[in-house]
């Protein structure tokens, strides 16, 4: 098996696809990437799309045979409604996880909202995933702080950082045990420096397939293969996503 | 069969931290690539602090390749007078073109602390090479900015962007400012068509960053989406036009 785990139904795909995965998933095919964990798009864009975006997500997902495994997003300027979205989708496990894309939501990490969704989401068990690496809402550093704040939510860095800032995404992990990270963004020399110097049970692959219909899938894959062995592969392509998603429970 | 020339725009090969590389590994890089020539450039602390070691190390290594390997070389513009003394050293030992690296060096592209080396490079007819990123002093926007204000220095805006500033580039491109060139290196290869799309074609520079990234996986990947047969221009003429080496 292997997991990308930061991947979208993007707009583009609903537009063109409507809720039928299968030109996507034969992307996927043509790297034997088994499943992905499948994020919003349009609900981060709009928060008006959110409940839509959802629907059209649970559907595709549905749709893959178990291959595309959705996560949700709410909006923060919602508060009870946010919180009543996520629980909607995550209550049942019909999603897995929760998404925020700070920078296109317009919301910073550190309100009081963002305290609640991390105890709700812990309480479903389930984890959250950050866009970062881009400023003045999305640095590593940033989550990390939720991350202290809220030591029994699983967060995931879902770039490692990108091209500038995995450094700091470096750091950060080093601080924080709850805080997994995303290899999908650094150069071929920054996820080289992850891989030595980072926890590598908390560390997935992604592809950030999906935002648009560019195959992101080769050149990505590539790029890691490029910098980790066999038995790191197998573990942040198979074993650690499993673990995230507790795919055994 | 036309027969293939690239130039690689951005290499480092350095001495410590991200960019440890021989000018043997870089060489034999090249070979496997099927890469002809390189631009090589000082690494991060000889840009930042180091100006006069790094670009005597630089310049030795390209006098040893017979201009396979083309030198750049670094002035940080806070040693003031000196760093305008160091550009022209660099430029006597042989050096091509200057580097900036704002967010390495400390000071934003739209500060007028560059200005005075900026007209220096233009009157040595240097081009400058600006890294953008980290952008909140060296952002696409911001080299447009230096790029209107030094209308007689020709430069070249690595990286285009990447990778969140990369929605700029489509008004910086279409601004086609006639000094303005734009880097490749770290652009995502299946970004092209939206690069191409906003209309710099014929001023792009591919480049690998190397060993940042892997020569031969870049330029795989970048000729999947950006043929090298079909785009001589941004694998090797607008560099050898910025260099002289080629009239127009
Ligand atoms: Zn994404």
């Known amino acids: 098996m292997i997991f990308d785990c930061h991947t979208h139904w993007g707009m583009c795909f609903v537009e063109r696809d409507g809720r039928d995965p299968s030109a996507w998933l034969a992307v996927m095919d043509r790297y034997n990437v088994t499943h992905a964990i499948v994020l919003p798009h349009a609900g981060l864009e709009h928060a008006g799309h959110i409940a839509d975006d959802h629907d059209d997500l649970a559907a595709v997902c549905a749709a893959s045979d178990g291959r595309m495994i959705p996560f949700v997003t709410a909006n923060p300027l919602d508060g009870d409604g946010g919180l009543a979205e996520i629980d909607r989708w995550l209550g049942d496990g019909e999603a897995r996880g929760v998404k925020f894309h700070p920078w296109l939501q317009g919301m910073s990490v550190c309100t009081p909202f963002m305290d609640e969704v991390c105890e709700r989401v812990a309480a479903h068990g389930a984890p959250i995933l950050f866009h970062d690496g881009t400023p003045p809402y999305s640095l590593p550093a940033q989550i990390g702080m939720l991350a202290r704040r809220h030591p029994r939510t699983t967060i995931v860095l879902g770039h490692t950082g990108l091209f500038e800032y995995w450094r700091e995404a470096i750091a950060v992990m080093n601080a924080r045990d709850n805080l997994w990270a995303c290899l999908c963004g650094p150069q071929l020399e920054g996820v080289r420096q992850v891989l030595a110097r980072c926890d590598r049970t908390r560390l997935l692959w992604g592809s950030d397939f999906g935002f648009t219909l560019f195959d992101a899938l080769g050149y990505q894959l590539d790029l890691f293969r490029q910098a980790a062995d066999d038995p790191t592969c197998q573990r942040i392509l198979e074993d650690n996503p499993r673990r995230l998603l507790r795919w055994d429970a | ?248």
């Open chain 2, 1 to 248: 069969m036309a027969e293939r020339r690239i130039i690689d725009g951005y290499t480092t090969p350095g001495t410590e931290r991200e960019t440890v590389m021989s000018v043997e590994a870089l060489l034999g890089a090249m070979d496997v690539a099927g890469v002809a020539r390189a631009v090589i450039a000082p690494d991060d602390r000889e840009l930042a602090v180091d100006n006069v070691a790094g670009n005597a190390r630089v310049a030795a290594m390209a006098s040893r390749t017979d201009g396979r390997l083309i030198a750049a070389c670094g002035a940080n513009p806070w040693f003031g007078d000196q760093s305008i003394e160091s550009l022209r050293e660099a430029r006597a030992s042989g050096a091509r073109m200057l580097v900036l690296a704002p967010a390495l060096q400390g000071f934003s592209v739209v500060d007028e602390l560059v200005d005075p080396l900026m007209r220096a490079a233009g009157e040595l007819s240097m081009p400058v090479y600006v890294h953008t990123g980290q952008h909140a002093v060296g952002s696409p926007a911001q080299v447009l900015l230096l790029a209107e204000r030094h209308a007689s220095t020709r430069i070249i805006l690595g990286h285009c962007g990447t990778t969140d500033y990369v929605a700029d580039m489509r008004f910086v491109l279409e601004a086609a400012l006639p000094n303005l060139w734009y880097e490749l290196s770290f652009v995502r290869p299946f970004a092209m068509s939206v690069l191409h799309e906003a209309g710099g074609s014929d001023r792009f520079i591919w480049g690998s960053g190397a060993p940042r990234n892997d020569m031969s996986m870049q330029l795989r990947h970048f000729d999947e989406h950006w043929p090298i047969d079909e785009h001589p221009v941004t694998y090797a003429e607008n560099l050898l036009r910025l260099l002289g080496e080629v009239a127009g």
